[in-house]
C-alpha cells in the first residue's frame, strides 16, 4: 500500500492512471546509473529528450562512503579545473537515470560540479522495476528522510575533495526531489535551493517526521520554488500556506520566492516525458542558474 504522500506524488505525475499501467508503457531501461531511462518512467519523448555533450567534462559514475554505505552517485564537471561551484541533483521517484545525468551534464557546461547521489540505493534498484506501484511502496516509501540528509551530507564532502568550493554548494531537486531541496536547505551547507514542483505539506511518519512547511521558519537557504498552475498533485492553496510559514522565519526564509507557471501541470521540465513544457523549463533553468548566482554560487 502506498502512503498517502505517495499516492499524491503518483497522481501528479500520471494523472487518471492505474499504477499497473507502469509496466505496460516502458521503453529504454535503465542498464547502469544515469544511462537509460527507468522503467517506469513511461513513454520517453525522443523528439523533446535533451542530450547535453560530455565534450569538455569529466562525467560518470562515482561512489562516496556514508556510515559504512557506499552510495552510488553520477557526477558531472568541467574537466581540469577546481574551486567549482557546486550542485547537489535530487531525483525525480525514477532515481538517477539518464534526465537526472544530463541535468548533471547542463551544469556541469555552465561552470558547476553536480553531483546526484543514488538516495534510493539501500533501500533497492529503482531501475529493475515496471509497475510503478510497486517501486514506490517497496522502494521510494521505505527511505528515510535522515538517510537522505546524510547521504547529501556525503555527496558534499566528496563534490569538495574533488575540486568543489565547500563555500559555494547550492541544491536543486526535481519532484520526490523538490521536497528534498526544500529539506535540505533548512539544514545543509548550501547556500541556495531551487525545488522543481517539490510538495510542501504532507501526511507524517517515523520516516518521514516533518514536511518543507514544517521546517519553513528555520531556513538557513533561500529557496526558489517553480510550480505549475495545474499541478494536480500540489494545489495552490498549500504554497499560499508556505508562503506565510516562510514571511515568518529567518531571513532565507523571507527571501524565498515563487514562480508559478500557468496552464502548466507537474514535471514541465521533466523533456523526457509528455509532461515538459519548453518554456516553463526554459525560463525555469534561466531562473535557476540566476538564483544560485544572486546567492552567491556561482
Known sequence: ??????????????????TEQGASRRTALKVALGVGYAATAVPIMAQ????????????????????????????????????LPVVLVVQEIFGVHEYIADTCRRFAQAGYLAIAPELYARQGDPSKYTDIGKMMAEVVAKVPDAQVM?????????????GGDPAKVAITGFCWGGRIAWLYAAQGPVKAAVAWYGRVVGA????????????????????????GEKDGGIPLDTLDK????????????????????????????????????????QDGWTRCLAWFQANGVA
Open 48 to 83: 523533446t529528450a535533451i542530450k547535453t555533450s560530455t565534450e569538455g567534462l569529466r562525467a560518470g559514475e562515482t561512489s562516496f562512503e556514508v556510515a559504512g554505505f557506499k552510495v552510488p552517485a553520477y557526477f558531472a564537471a568541467p574537466a581540469g579545473k577546481t574551486n
Open 242 to 281: 508556505m508562503k506565510a510559514a516562510l514571511a515568518a522565519g529567518t531571513p532565507a526564509a523571507k527571501a524565498a520566492q515563487f514562480v508559478v507557471y500557468p496552464d502548466t501541470g507537474h514535471a514541465f521540465h521533466a523533456d523526457y516525458r509528455a509532461s515538459y513544457r519548453q518554456g516553463p523549463a
Open 204 to 227: 507524517q511518519n517515523d520516516l518521514t517526521p516533518r514536511n518543507p512547511i514544517d521546517l519553513a521558519g528555520q531556513m538557513r537557504a533561500p529557496v526558489l520554488g517553480l510550480y
Open 150 to 162: 546524510a547521504d547529501l551530507d556525503g555527496a558534499v564532502k566528496w563534490a569538495t575533495a574533488q
Open 1 to 18: 500500500m502506498l502512503s498517502n504522500n505517495l499516492k499524491t506524488e503518483f497522481n501528479s505525475l500520471f494523472p487518471g492512471a492505474t
